[in-house]
């Protein structure tokens, strides 16, 4: 979800500039971000959706001719184009297999080193992923838990499905859910807890350990009545 004062303010956060009031209106936390920015910047704008947000945005970038640049990320070609029509979008390629087997190793083994027995298990799993990064990275957080385990190794390959085919990224709901399912018990309660909070939002301790102590006197009060 965009919310352009959260955008507004992480600016400021990686400029230091501190904020004093944090009511102060988009207006003038834009005019701040502006005069953060007059001399020579780089900024990258991630995973941008729309491309009205930009128009929304884009007035927070001072363009004083000194070479400054704004990089746009998005998975919607059209917003690229909407965003910059003089400029043909640059495609980023999906990874080639030496570049993911390095990517995968260094997940579970935190060095480009793989025992041979894992190897054609290893093979195999990198097929399934077909070289999106975010794929090989999840596939390597579950790995680790057991990170020479032959079985395991096969128990994931069998859980992978196929994720990539040569025209578009499917949905990886599931797949994501394979990472959450191999959570302890214990901290699957916190990751969902922790979903409340909007994404991208900076969580302040004292609001979880607000609400944590209103959950456990909810769970109280409900126990004695």
Same mark, same amino acid.
């Given at each position: 979800?965009?919310?352009?004062?959260?955008?507004?303010? %992480? +600016?400021?956060?990686?400029?230091?500039?501190?904020?004093? !009031?944090?009511? #102060?209106?988009?207006? !003038?936390?834009?005019?701040?971000?502006?005069?953060?920015?007059?001399?020579?910047?780089?900024?990258?704008?991630? &995973?941008?959706?729309? =491309?009205?947000?930009? &128009?929304?945005?884009?007035?927070?970038?001072?363009? @004083?001719? @000194?070479? %400054?640049?704004?990089? +746009?990320?998005?998975?919607?070609?059209?917003?690229?184009?909407?965003?910059?029509?003089?400029?043909?979008?640059?495609?980023?390629?999906? #990874?080639?297999?030496?570049?993911?087997?390095?990517?995968?190793? #260094?997940?579970?083994?935190?060095?480009?080193?793989?025992? /041979?027995?894992?190897?054609?298990?290893?093979?195999?799993?990198? *097929?399934?992923?077909? =070289?999106?990064?975010?794929?090989?990275?999840?596939?390597?957080?579950?790995?680790?838990?057991?990170?020479?385990?032959?079985? $395991?190794?096969?128990?994931?390959?069998? *859980?992978?499905?196929?994720?990539?085919?040569?025209?578009?990224?499917?949905?990886?709901?599931?797949?994501?859910?394979?990472?959450?399912?191999?959570?302890?018990? /214990?901290?699957?309660?916190?990751?969902?807890?922790?979903?409340?909070?909007?994404?991208?939002?900076?969580?302040?301790? $004292?609001?979880?350990?607000? !609400?944590?102590? %209103?959950?456990?006197?909810?769970?109280?009060?409900?126990?004695? %009545?």
């Amino acid at each position: 979800k965009y919310e352009k004062k959260e955008v507004l303010l %992480s +600016i400021l956060r990686s400029l230091k500039i501190s904020i004093s !009031d944090q009511n #102060m209106s988009e207006a !003038d936390l834009v005019n701040k971000v502006r005069d953060g920015l007059k001399y020579r910047y780089l900024v990258v704008v991630d &995973d941008v959706w729309e =491309g009205e947000h930009w &128009d929304n945005l884009k007035g927070a970038f001072p363009d @004083n001719n @000194n070479g %400054s640049r704004v990089i +746009i990320t998005t998975r919607d070609v059209r917003v690229a184009q909407y965003v910059s029509p003089k400029c043909e979008p640059y495609q980023l390629r999906f #990874m080639k297999l030496q570049e993911a087997e390095e990517l995968l190793r #260094m997940k579970v083994f935190e060095e480009n080193k793989c025992p /041979e027995e894992l190897k054609p298990n290893e093979r195999l799993i990198l *097929e399934k992923c077909n =070289g999106l990064p975010l794929a090989i990275v999840v596939t390597g957080g579950i790995l680790k838990a057991n990170p020479k385990d032959a079985n $395991w190794w096969k128990d994931v390959l069998d *859980e992978v499905p196929p994720l990539v085919d040569k025209k578009k990224v499917e949905r990886i709901d599931r797949y994501i859910r394979l990472s959450y399912d191999n959570l302890h018990h /214990e901290v699957k309660p916190c990751f969902l807890y922790l979903g409340v909070f909007p994404e991208n939002l900076e969580i302040q301790v $004292w609001k979880v350990l607000q !609400d944590r102590k %209103s959950t456990r006197l909810n769970s109280s009060h409900k126990r004695s %009545s």
